[in-house]
């Protein structure tokens, strides 16, 4: 296997976007990893020099601009978030007693996560399309994106935006709408916990939706494993569980990407 080489640099889109990139001297296709709600972490960075030791020139674009989105910040807020029982996260009141308990910065992140999180997902979708075009002008070769989480939803809306070759959607959001399954080129792989009630409730709608429009779909439900059992730096990792779906996720790319 030839020496990999990473680096982290910066491209143009509609603002300037970092980027983690990692690969062998020899690339045989590109994949873009697309991070968690947590942003470009080392968790993520551990993920594309795993793709690169594979072969794969890999990108994971830092999705956040403002300096206060770091790690830390997000967990702080979203726990404080996530103690909003499930079933009422949508209900103003409760998000404004949070919003209202919560230090500037946490504001900050809630006004980009929940207060205004359909602009900030648009405009992420913006930034992967430029990272994209970068990427497919850089290796002019065959291009795949996973994603996780959060990621996992943006994955599959890029999958309606560009022409991927492939895409891998851990258990993240559908698109929406759900018509724009007909515009995806690729085939693809979904990869879901058993206990995710919020995004496996979305699954009926999603296989309708792939056969009516005779898409290509590879789905695997890991039973017992919980949101995010992906993440070995995470509470709820399964390791079992995580090793077989990156086995199935080379196979998966291998074929694809070849």
Not at 84 to 102: C, F, H, L, M
Not at 168 to 193: C, D, Q
């Amino acid at each position: 296997m030839s020496q990999i080489t990473s680096s982290e640099v910066a491209i143009r889109g509609d603002r300037e976007i970092k980027e983690y990139v990692a690969s062998p001297e020899n690339p045989k296709a590109g994949i873009i990893v697309i991070h968690e709600i947590w942003g470009l972490n080392d968790n993520i960075k551990d993920i594309v020099n795993r793709f690169a030791k594979e072969g794969y020139y890999v990108v994971a674009p830092h999705l956040y601009s403002q300096d206060f989105m770091n790690e830390e910040n997000i967990k702080s807020t979203m726990t404080k978030f996530w103690s909003i029982p499930a079933e009422k996260r949508g209900d103003e009141i409760y998000i404004q007693k949070v919003y209202e308990s919560s230090t500037d910065v946490q504001k900050k992140i809630i006004d980009v996560l929940v207060m205004n999180r359909e602009n900030t997902m648009k405009q992420m979708i913006k930034d992967l399309v430029s990272v994209y075009s970068n990427l497919k002008n850089t290796l002019n070769k065959k291009i795949g994106a996973i994603g996780f989480c959060m990621g996992g939803g943006l994955a599959f809306e890029l999958a309606t935006e560009v022409e991927l070759d492939a895409v891998t959607v851990f258990y993240g959001a559908n698109p929406n709408p759900l018509e724009k399954i007909s515009k995806i080129k690729g085939p693809i792989l979904g990869i879901y916990a058993g206990e995710d009630r919020n995004i496996d409730s979305g699954l009926p709608d999603l296989l309708k939706a792939i056969i009516e429009y005779k898409k290509d779909l590879e789905l695997k439900i890991y039973p017992g494993t919980q949101h995010a059992f992906f993440n070995d730096r995470g509470p709820v990792y399964n390791k079992d569980a995580a090793e077989d779906a990156w086995n199935r996720t080379i196979r998966f790319f291998s074929r694809w990407l070849s």
